[in-house]
């Protein structure tokens, strides 16, 4: 055994135990074998104290947006944060700019995209994010409205999104038991993240934003 290896199992066990004796799970800071990792992830043991890992190795996944917890929004339907997320890079009617593209062949239709769970509904997004760059496009729409989608502002997708996450976690209540269980610790999103990502794609702090807006109602 690595001495690497063996440090990062003797840190996951001091989390695990601190984590008991603050009532909270200590499978949540379980240590992983960093060979059976994937190259985005990261480990429950990979943090600091008073922090956890969004892990989708524990029952913390269930607060990824990758997670098959069915909700409405507005009148419809979703299985998954993501399935509705991807979807909106997808053209939503035949006189959608993006439908009518020259030589451009999207692989599914939106509403395909919005039945769509964890990597089956990301994949779908990667192609779509695919076509939008080659054609410059950096906005998707959400009925029939166009927002701006790699942006560093708080603006419509950013909202759009909270809303969406607020609509998931209202609609769960095993999602709304296990945030609420978080409570006094920092979220850690689960894979790597550019320090000047887009707020609406840092869910961790949009979760704690919610967590501390559920305290109050």
Known sequence: MSK????????????????????????????VDKTSAKWWEVLPQDVKSGEVVLSKRNQLGLLSNFAHTPFK????????????WQSM?????????RFLLKNTKWDHTRLEVEKMIAYEAKKAGSLASKIMK??????VTYKGKRMTYNT?????????IK????????????????????KGLVLIPDHKVEKDAPPAWKYNIIWMEIRAELKKL
């Open 134 to 139: 080659a054609n410059n496009i950096n906005w």
């Open 163 to 182: 809303k969406i996450m607020w609509a998931k976690v209202l609609q769960n209540k095993n999602v709304k038991d296990i945030l609420l269980r978080t």
């Open 152 to 160: 560093h502002k708080k603006g419509e997708h950013y909202n759009l």
């Open 89 to 97: 890079k997808y053209p939503e009617t035949r006189q959608d700019k």
């Open 73 to 84: 929004f507005e009148g419809r339907t979703y299985q998954s944060v993501e399935g509705l």
């Open 4 to 31: 690497l290896l063996l440090l990062s199992i003797l840190l996951g066990a001091c989390l695990s135990a601190l984590s008991s004796e603050k009532g909270y799970p200590a499978i949540w800071w379980k240590s």
